[in-house]
C-alpha cells in the first residue's frame, strides 16, 4: 500500500519541492512542472474554462519575440492542514492546494513513471 505522507519536504522557492516519503519513496518537483500540474479549478478548467496551457514542455525559445519571461518562483509554500501545501507563485497564482496524495501521484521518478 502507498502511503502519502511526507516524512520530510524540503522547498527551495527558485527550484522546487523534494519529498521524502513515509514508506521510503523519494519524490523531486522541479517548479515548472508543479505549477503545469496545479490542481485548482482555474487551471484544470474545472469550471468550463479553458484550461491552463503547461508551459514545462514548450521549447523556451519558441519566439524570438519572447526573448525575456520573468523566471518562475514560489513566493511562499504554506502547510494546509496535515495534508496538502499551498504554493504562492511569483506569477499572482496561489490558489492551488497540492495534497500530498496529488503530490504522490504526479511523482515523475523512474519507478513511478513505469507504473
Ligand atoms: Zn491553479
Ligand atoms: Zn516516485
Not at 20 to 30: T, V
Not at 72 to 99: C, E
Amino acid at each position: 500500500m502507498t502511503s502519502t505522507d511526507p516524512e520530510h519536504i524540503a522547498i527551495s522557492k527558485s527550484k522546487g519541492v523534494k519529498i521524502d516519503w513515509k514508506d521510503g519513496h523519494h519524490s523531486e518537483y522541479g517548479l515548472p512542472y508543479l505549477r503545469d500540474k496545479c490542481p485548482c479549478a482555474t487551471c484544470t478548467g474545472a469550471h468550463g474554462t479553458p484550461p491552463r496551457e503547461p508551459q514545462a514542455d514548450k521549447p523556451q525559445t519558441s519566439s524570438p519575440f519572447q526573448m525575456y519571461q520573468p523566471r518562475l518562483t514560489m513566493l511562499s509554500v504554506d502547510p494546509v492542514g496535515n495534508y496538502a501545501i499551498r504554493i504562492n507563485w511569483s506569477d499572482g497564482h496561489n490558489t492551488g492546494i497540492y495534497s500530498y496524495d496529488h503530490l504522490r501521484a504526479i511523482c515523475q521518478c523512474a519507478q513511478c513513471l513505469k507504473q
